[in-house]
């Protein structure tokens, strides 16, 4: 078999080569790679993972009598041994002497620094492995304490190495986003809002609100306050509204639980699936390799690929956060290849590319969050089956296509004189060929996807609800075995679909007792402008949701002006699914980090380790999107008029 030179352009080892003559890069060969696939650290890696490792491997010859490290140096980095030989001394002045095999592991450990010193005893050739990369890459086969253990223990013999084990990675904490004053505050209005509620809903001759009324609504505003101070996990607070109404006779059961028996549930439990598949098969990272290698060399087409790429992924995984963890190493990986400076405005325009294609355009695609799922299922029957996948990107598209227009002009002139591109061809077809011939999961995972798209396509014939195709997917790939125990467990949003199960049977208890019909009434001001001077309700409602994402995330806020006013558009003669696309544009802004969660994940895999990016130059720039999003909006409106949707 023909050897393919797999180039790799990175700068020199640090630390250990930094006196620079007594050693030298070398080119990382196909047999290299297949030696490290079958070392014990890496015989359980993918291909894939391999692939994306690629860029990072280094290889480098060292003379005799050289540190390859030496006890307490930053241990930031491991290596394979190729050929040669080494001698390993411990802190304990205990040698051996290694011929092969993989050196430095405590690195993979996370200790602070290496427990031993290694000297080159004859010329030897060496793989070095950034142990960040590895992590980043592959968690699942890097952060195993027991195996790791074990396996320094075999290498060094020293009681120091029993302590190692104890100074593994330390995983940051979650910063409370509140005070503990302040979720104290939260619990004592826990008490008192609903006792405030039922107590002083009793008082006064006529009551606005009947026994029902009230104890739903005094549950209700459990889970909102819950929800506001984040006092208990979303999902554990939607239920809480349910159990209430359940316990008291509210509502029957089937009113309470027909969230988990909608359709809008197994669409999002079926695309969750679809995209573990995908992800996991490693179709979407070959499809990404496929874009590079046939893009044309220059700052706008990689910005753009990079833009359409995270669009394409868009409708695929139904989650930015999801899209954020696919694309943002990619991201990273594509940034160094092109020769980027951290912090330059090339890269940050490269990450604004990135999150832009996997963020703004959410409202644009049925599937793409569960939200627009969640506000699918409020609209009337009679819309929902209007408005399936391909009807619904139809009339979305405009708004589409101005963010789009809108992002690439400010993107170009903002960052106009950023710096070229430097890439080889040769680095991108080196990783296909990592990834070898399109393995038969792939094509699966494709053929789903086909099938899946064709389905939405001919909607219009078949006349089967999309729910049920997608649902029909999700059992061919477990049948056949592509979903694995640990992805249903790990790669399906479980605490979502609880989530939304929930928040689809409290809009229906909502309906039950009528409380939709006196939010109506007592709205009917709002229900006016909306008839008569749509353009003036637009910017009420943008203030309305505004205000309500300054305390709420993204999901609760969709879903309660969705259920407010979704009922009053309709009430009013106005299109509900156009109110629904408005909400789902304005739910997606946000101005300050903690607002958007994909955005915090955006920040610790790209900037907390990479500092890929400027963050005030992005932040501005996400401020410059609102207005996008909001334009877009006013742009479509004629769009809308043209279909007699308003």
Partial sequence: MNEQLLANKHSALDGAHSDGEASRDLPVLQRDIERLSQTEEFDDWSRQQLARLLPYIQKYQVAPGEKLFQHGESAEQYYVLLTGSVQLTSSTGECQTLSEGVIGKEALLGVNGYLSEVVVLESSIFLAIPSDKAHEIAPEHTASKDMFRKVLLEQVHTPAALDAQQELIEVPEVDTQYKDWFKALGWLLVVLTPACILYFGEQGGDALLNWRQK???????????????QLIPMYAAGLFTLIICLSLGVVPSEVALSGYASGS???????FGLGSVLVAS????????????????????????LLLLGVFLTPMIPSSNGRVGLLSPMLVDMSKSLGFKNGSAAATRLSLSMFAGVSIFSAIFMTSKSLNLLVFSLLPVQRREEFQWMNWFTAASVAGLVMLTLFLVCSHFMFRHSEKPKISKQDIKDQLAMLGPITSLEWFALCGVLFFLLAVVTASFHKIQLSWVSLTVLFVFLALGMISNKQIKNDIDWRFLILLGSMIGMVHILNYTQIDMLLSERLNLVGVFMAQDFEFFVLILIGIVFA?????????AGMLTAAIFIPLAESHGIDPWVVAFIILMLAECWLFPYQASYFVMFQGVVQKKAKLYNHASFLKFNALSVLFRIAAIYCTLPFFRWLNML
């Fill in 265 to 271: 549930f197994f669409m999002a439990l079926s695309i």
């Fill in 282 to 305: 490693g179709a979407t990272y070959r499809v990404v390799l496929w874009i590079l290698q046939r893009c044309p060399n220059s700052t706008f087409s990689y910005n753009f690929s």
């Fill in 215 to 229: 104890q739903f609504i005094a549950a209700f505003s459990v889970t909102l306050i819950m929800w506001v101070f």
């Fill in 548 to 556: 309500l994402r300054l305390f709420l995330p993204i999901n609760a």
